[in-house]
């Protein structure tokens, strides 16, 4: 690959090959004023930042960087670093991610660090809800506080107490579905490309995440008291937007198998079938070989569901139903929702493998269907 040297208004970057960069500036030492350079590895965007992040550092004409520089320059590294160290989740990081391009870098992407007035702050969150502005300032924050480190600016304006947008209180929508609901769902589903997300959540127990993240290789088909069973081994989840699941769940406990009975199963296998005769990894295939996420999951629950409740209530749905209707066993159903029992004999004693949660829902659900 040609070198390409491109002109700039301080130091120069000179790209040898895809992903390597030569960064060069001029720097005042105590020797007196000396070249330096630097080679780094990464997109030419990152070249670009870390040049910046040396004319902040070294630069006697290095400007006052706008708050978004610094979002770019340091907050931004800091936060992918503490995702692969394993300190942040992805879904959080992404998070602040959204929370900075859909309601701070408008605002204050241009405003230099060393001109926030509080006032100006406060009249921000004014036109903000609660929620946005609880994600928001946590985020304005940090970044801040790199400038301050880094001696850009004199102090946190974003540290000052500032009146929050109040609270509104919203109910969320509580209904649930008993078996004869759930039941006309698992009809009206069939053949959507959300089925198996719906069935692992509303007849095994699965929060939301948790049932788009299952693949075909964690279902097996087992048999007792003459009920087959679709055990799912759960380890991952998917999160609000991506192709890949995290694989960090809400606790340790919430990695467990699942148990779905009878036709629900059954269907479920079917599922896996099909997906893995078309070369497909994921029950919740979105249709190109790639797990769904959540926001294609709610678009779909929207389009689909004739009878809708929230999807996350469907989880409260089989929990109500499994234990009134199925009468199945208060102690089975903790476990199979990945909580942990009471007491020293629900924290250290009782460890069921996957078998004995199966004999376990076999011997109940037969009952139920006897009865």
Known sequence: MTKRARRRTWGSITTVERGKHILRWVENTPEGRKRKSRTFYGTYKEADAELARIRVRVGDDAPVPTIGQAYTMWWLPW???????????????????????????????????????????????????????RTAMPLMRKIMDFAVKFDVAESNKFRVDYEMPSRKVRTRDKDVYDLARADAMFAAMRGARMEAAFILACFGSCRTGESLAAAVSDLEIVESHGVNMALVSISKAMGETGTEPVLRLKNEQSVRTVVVPGVYGERLAEIAAERKAVGSEWLADRGDGLPMNKSILTYEWRRVAVDRIPFANLRNSWRTFAQAEWGMDYDLLEVLMGHTLPGVTGRYYIRMNPRQLADQVGAAYARFLSS
């Open 79 to 133: 936060i992918e670093r503490r995702v692969d160290d394993g300190h942040t989740a992805r879904s959080t990081a992404d998070g602040y991610i959204r929370s900075w391009h859909k309601i701070c870098s408008a605002k204050w992407g241009h405003v230099p660090v060393d001109s926030i007035k509080p006032a100006d702050v406060q009249r921000w969150l004014d036109g903000l809800t609660n929620g946005d502005a």
